[in-house]
Structures are given as C-alpha cells and as structure tokens.
C-alpha cells in the first residue's frame, strides 16, 4: 500500500498496491507495521460500517472530544461517497481547512484520519456502504460535529444532501477560536 499525506496535518490517503493474477487481485488495506513507521497508530479497537440507501445521503461532520478522540482508517466497501475531513484542532497550521476525495468500492482508497479532523460524507450513488476501523474508546457523550456547509469551511461538495438527519443538519456554525 502507499501512504500519501494530504494537505491537512494528520490526513493521509491509503493508496492499494494490487498482486494480480488470473484469480483477480490481493491487497493490503492496513498494515501496523507500515502505519507505525509513518507515525500512524493502527491497532483497530474495533470497526463499525454504515449503510446509506439512497443517493444524496449526507452524514457528518463528526468527530469525538478529548479525551475520546478516534483515529479512524475510512474506507467505501459498496457504491461511491465524497468523503471529508475537516481540521478542527486549535492551533494547527491546517485549522478551518478541508480535504475531500472520491471513495469506491472499485478503488479501495481510504482516508486516515487523526484526532481532531472531523469527518463526513456524501453518497454519490443509492446502496452505500463505509466501512470503518477505529482507535479510541467511543462515548456517546464525547460526540461532537459541525455543519457540513459551514461557510467557515467552504467545502465545495458535489451536490446538495437529499438526505441529512436533523442532528447533523443542527451541528454548530464554527466560531473563531472554537474547535477541538
């Protein structure tokens, strides 16, 4: 696999190296070796998926307060989403700043995503499924999110939420100094 940073501190794109052959292919999705020598901790305490029925389907921006915070491998297993992260840590050179890349079930591309990126999503197709292996221990009570069309952010998304529940719709506008 290669590791490729991104311009946010802390997110990377996890990029498959594939041995094919007449069978099809093999990759590697995570490595903890590979992880660690990049700086990168990978030892999953659990995984998770979510599934979205219809295209247009908006989920986000979530991230966990500290002391919960979550390192998370994002990774789309059906369909198509525009997946994002947003740098929410105070005084990080990227804070305010978005990335956002195109996740397939054909590509198997990933984000990784450090502490204090708040991460989202927009399905791009009906039948979606994300699939997530994370580190940290997930309070209820530590979740924490911001809107998805924070003009703070500017994040040019693909198109507009068909779908979007009324927690996430609610999140807070983002204040000068406020954040992680």
């Known amino acids: 696999m290669i590791l490729k940073e991104t311009p946010l501190a802390g997110l990377w794109e996890i990029w498959p190296e594939y041995q094919r ?13 590979e992880f ?10 659990f995984s998770a998926v979510s599934w979205n029925a219809k295209c247009g389907t908006l989920r986000g921006l979530h991230y966990q307060a500290e002391p919960f915070s979550e390192y998370k491998l994002v990774r789309c297993t059906r369909g ?23 996740l397939t079930a054909d590509s198997y591309i990933a984000l990784y995503l450090s502490p204090g990126l708040a991460h989202g999503f927009l399905t791009l197709t009906d039948d979606v499924e994300i699939f997530y292996q994370i580190k940290g221990d997930y ?10 069309d924070d003009p703070t952010f500017g994040i040019d998304w693909p198109g507009q939420p068909v779908i979007i529940s009324a927690k996430d719709a609610a999140w807070p506008i983002l204040r000068s100094g406020s954040g992680c």
Not at 84 to 93: H, K
Not at 139 to 148: D, I, L, N, Q, S
Request: aromatic share 12%.
């Open 21 to 33: 052959d007449e069978r099809g292919f093999f990759t590697r999705t995570s490595d903890l070796t």
């Open 139 to 148: 309070r209820p009570e530590a979740a924490r999110g911001a809107r998805w």
């Open 80 to 102: 198509q989403a525009f997946d994002v992260a947003v740098d929410l840590r105070r005084g990080s050179p990227t804070y305010g700043r978005w990335h956002g890349l195109e």
């Open 36 to 45: 660690g020598a990049a700086g990168l901790p990978a030892d999953w305490a």
